[in-house]
């Protein structure tokens, strides 16, 4: 219930010192102090918000003790390189069961004062999901993972720890002329592909996957469980392409299935450098984002080796919503350079076309889309650029030494274009819209531990990234949030938290991050869910929550749940104090 509501700073600071000195100094019950270690405050407090017994509470929380914690812990990591034996491991890993497990998951870790890291598939680049510098607890949602679709209405309610490949296979399931517009890599999480964006081979026709969410249900910072409109519309925004661990757990997203021809086309085309490969890149940077809208060719390039002598393959992968006699029309119209003839391209059903993306052979049953390939994981590096004017070909001649020279190190151009250019950049809270011609990826992988081949690997990649300066976007320099970069900045969430996200957060999100912050400072004014690029609270929020730690500490503020936070809807300095019983 609301205790006080003061219209004035000074007065606030009178009566807040007032009550807090009371509450400190008199015998008010404190959990954390009063059952011993956290971990026994924790299961209490599970216990309690569940109604469970203890056998029921084991179930879902695996300690460093528990002979399955190492096997729970690695099946989700996809980079290597975040587990090693000097990783810091997570306290506890919590895997719910039910959406009401969340709740308490979420409450109970505020009450004994531990970071809660939140983790679907594992595919966060920079493994800020599973991995922090102080103690800390995982929330894995793996076990959340149904799937309700419903092709009358053309939806499907999908949970947060679905993988893409458990929802493209659903899908199929029901309809062989309805898809969803999401990645490539079918063991990706649901819940953090769609936060962030998410995008695949149809977002020039239908715009990211999140252009296509219509619902959702997060649990927030009071571990109370919202849908759309319990939310509102702000948090609503956010939680697309803002990325949701930055105000709560998402549960599930209720998305838009789109229509798929019952034949689309794919091909595959290389070039060296010898075979006309800087003209046909060139000509990419033309066609690719100003084509058909049903066509998606993604270029890749990487340094080679042939006859002994280095060079550049650059490598066309294509998805077309049609058949193939239209595609090969339309692209000796378009890109005579390419030269395709329909004997270089395939005819399929969209399922099929979602295995051959995936690298499975013809013929594979879409039964593989349900592996989830647990324990996979290479040792990676990647980063993220986007482009607004084509490359020169005397610069592309200047990128093919410079990667040759480097060796390993490979890039991926993803076409905007098509929808993507009639989405307002506010629309979401994924900002990369109109203007960009395509976005970059720097991908670089190896399969060895040890500290030299990784100094050498990240060294390469923050090579490029600098060699790309002149080419790519400006003011600010722009990333993918889905693309997880921690080299663009992180926050160490001390007095300098707004500034230090900042700098990551124009990145992300460009004119969208000062809108995040306000939603953040809204639903989630104590920073709990954070990480180390999350969206911060505004400065004055943080001022106010300073005053509290003159009085007591933070281990007490969260245990009581004292919920302080700026009147954000009026924008004036009235601050409102909350006491939940």
């Given at each position: 219930?609301?205790?006080?509501?003061?219209?004035?700073?000074?007065?606030?600071?009178?009566?807040?010192?007032?009550?807090?000195?009371?509450?400190?100094?008199?015998?008010?019950?404190?959990?954390?102090?009063?059952?011993?270690?956290?971990?026994?405050?924790?299961?209490?407090?599970?216990?309690?918000?569940?109604?469970?017994?203890?056998?029921?509470?084991?179930?879902?929380?695996?300690?460093?003790?528990?002979?399955?914690?190492?096997?729970?812990?690695?099946?989700?990591?996809?980079?290597?390189?975040?587990?090693?034996?000097?990783?810091?491991?997570?306290?506890?890993?919590?895997?719910?069961?039910?959406?009401?497990?969340?709740?308490?998951?979420?409450?109970?870790?505020?009450?004994?004062?531990?970071?809660?890291?939140?983790?679907?598939?594992?595919?966060?680049?920079?493994?800020?999901?599973?991995?922090?510098?102080?103690?800390?607890?995982?929330?894995?949602?793996?076990?959340?993972?149904?799937?309700?679709?419903?092709?009358?209405?053309?939806?499907?309610?999908?949970?947060a720890g679905a993988t893409l490949g458990e929802l493209y296979y659903r899908i199929w399931q029901k309809s062989k002329v309805h898809g969803y517009p999401a990645g490539v890599c079918p063991t990706v999480g649901v819940g953090g592909h769609l936060s962030?964006?998410?995008?695949?081979?149809?977002?020039?026709?239908?715009?990211?996957?999140?252009?296509?969410?219509?619902?959702?249900?997060?649990?927030?910072?009071?571990?109370?469980?919202?849908?759309?409109?319990?939310?509102?519309?702000?948090?609503?925004?956010?939680?697309?392409?803002?990325?949701?661990?930055?105000?709560?757990?998402?549960?599930?997203?209720?998305?838009?299935?789109?229509?798929?021809?019952?034949?689309?086309?794919?091909?595959?085309?290389?070039?060296?450098?010898?075979?006309?490969?800087?003209?046909?890149?060139?000509?990419?940077?033309?066609?690719?984002?100003?084509?058909?809208?049903?066509?998606?060719?993604?270029?890749?390039?990487?340094?080679?080796?042939?006859?002994?002598?280095?060079?550049?393959?650059?490598?066309?992968?294509?998805?077309?919503?049609?058949?193939?006699?239209?595609?090969?029309?339309?692209?000796?119209?378009?890109?005579?350079?390419?030269?395709?003839?329909?004997?270089?391209?395939?005819?399929?059903?969209?399922?099929?076309?979602?295995?051959?993306?995936?690298?499975?052979?013809?013929?594979?049953?879409?039964?593989?889309?349900?592996?989830?390939?647990?324990?996979?994981?290479?040792?990676?590096?990647?980063?993220?650029?986007?482009?607004?004017?084509?490359?020169?070909?005397?610069?592309?001649?200047?990128?093919?030494?410079?990667?040759?020279?480097?060796?390993?190190?490979?890039?991926?151009?993803?076409?905007?274009?098509?929808?993507?250019?009639?989405?307002?950049?506010?629309?979401?809270?994924?900002?990369?819209?109109?203007?960009?011609?395509?976005?970059?990826?720097?991908?670089?992988?190896?399969?060895?531990?040890?500290?030299?081949?990784?100094?050498?690997?990240?060294?390469?990649?923050?090579?490029?990234?600098?060699?790309?300066?002149?080419?790519?976007?400006?003011?600010?320099?722009?990333?993918?949030?889905?693309?997880?970069?921690?080299?663009?900045?992180?926050?160490?969430?001390?007095?300098?938290?707004?500034?230090?996200?900042?700098?990551?957060?124009?990145?992300?999100?460009?004119?969208?991050?000062?809108?995040?912050?306000?939603?953040?400072?809204?639903?989630?004014?104590?920073?709990?869910?954070?990480?180390?690029?999350?969206?911060?609270?505004?400065?004055?929020?943080?001022?106010?929550?300073?005053?509290?730690?003159?009085?007591?500490?933070?281990?007490?503020?969260?245990?009581?749940?004292?919920?302080?936070?700026?009147?954000?809807?009026?924008?004036?300095?009235?601050?409102?104090?909350?006491?939940?019983?």
């Open positions: 219930m609301e205790v006080m509501k003061i219209s004035t700073l000074s007065a606030f600071s009178f009566w807040l010192s007032t009550i807090l000195l009371a509450l400190c100094f008199f015998n008010f019950p404190i959990t954390r102090a009063a059952s011993g270690s956290a971990y026994e405050s924790f299961l209490q407090c599970l216990t309690q918000q569940t109604n469970s017994s203890d056998q029921q509470i084991s179930n879902i929380v695996v300690t460093q003790t528990n002979s399955s914690y190492a096997s729970v812990l690695r099946a989700y990591i996809r980079n290597a390189r975040f587990n090693l034996s000097s990783t810091l491991k997570p306290t506890v890993i919590i895997t719910p069961l039910q959406e009401s497990h969340v709740s308490a998951a979420v409450i109970c870790s505020k009450q004994v004062g531990f970071q809660l890291k939140i983790r679907s598939g594992g595919h966060d680049y920079e493994g800020l999901s599973y991995i922090s510098d102080r103690p800390f607890f995982i929330l894995d949602m793996f076990n959340l993972r149904s799937i309700e679709v419903d092709v009358k209405d053309e939806s499907a309610w999908v949970e962030g964006g998410g995008y695949g081979n149809m977002l020039r026709k239908f715009g990211l996957s999140t252009d296509n969410v219509v619902d959702a249900k997060i649990v927030d910072a009071r571990g109370r469980i919202l849908d759309r409109k319990a939310m509102g519309e702000d948090l609503f925004w956010a939680i697309r392409g803002g990325g949701g661990a930055s105000f709560g757990v998402v549960l599930a997203y209720k998305i838009k299935l789109v229509p798929v021809p019952e034949t689309v086309t794919v091909f595959r085309a290389e070039r060296l450098l010898a075979e006309n490969a800087t003209d046909v890149v060139y000509k990419w940077q033309l066609v690719a984002p100003a084509t058909d809208d049903n066509l998606f060719m993604r270029m890749l390039l990487h340094p080679v080796t042939r006859n002994k002598k280095p060079t550049v393959r650059a490598s066309i992968v294509a998805l077309y919503l049609g058949g193939a006699d239209s595609l090969v029309t339309l692209l000796a119209k378009d890109f005579p350079e390419l030269g395709l003839k329909k004997e270089n391209v395939m005819e399929m059903s969209w399922i099929q076309s979602v295995l051959w993306w995936a690298n499975f052979e013809n013929g594979t049953s879409p039964n593989v889309l349900l592996d989830r390939d647990l324990n996979s994981a290479d040792f990676l590096k990647r980063k993220s650029d986007y482009v607004q004017k084509p490359i020169p070909k005397y610069s592309l001649n200047l990128l093919w030494k410079q990667m040759m020279e480097l060796g390993k190190i490979g890039l991926v151009f993803n076409p905007y274009g098509g929808k993507m250019a009639e989405i307002p950049a506010s629309e979401t809270a994924f900002p990369h819209r109109a203007g960009n011609l395509f976005k970059i990826q720097y991908s670089i992988s190896w399969g060895d531990p040890g500290t030299e081949i990784e100094e050498d690997r990240l060294s390469q990649a923050t090579s490029l990234y600098s060699f790309m300066t002149p080419f790519v976007s400006k003011g600010p320099r722009s990333a993918y949030l889905n693309y997880r970069d921690v080299d663009i900045g992180i926050n160490h969430h001390g007095e300098d938290s707004y500034a230090e996200g900042k700098v990551y957060g124009e990145k992300y999100f460009n004119g969208n991050f000062d809108r995040l912050v306000k939603v953040k400072t809204m639903v989630d004014p104590e920073n709990f869910f954070r990480n180390e690029q999350s969206i911060p609270t505004e400065p004055s929020a943080r001022r106010n929550w300073i005053v509290l730690a003159i009085f007591c500490s933070p281990d007490w503020i969260s245990g009581h749940r004292l919920l302080l936070y700026n009147d954000l809807r009026n924008e004036s300095p009235c601050i409102n104090i909350l006491y939940h019983n």
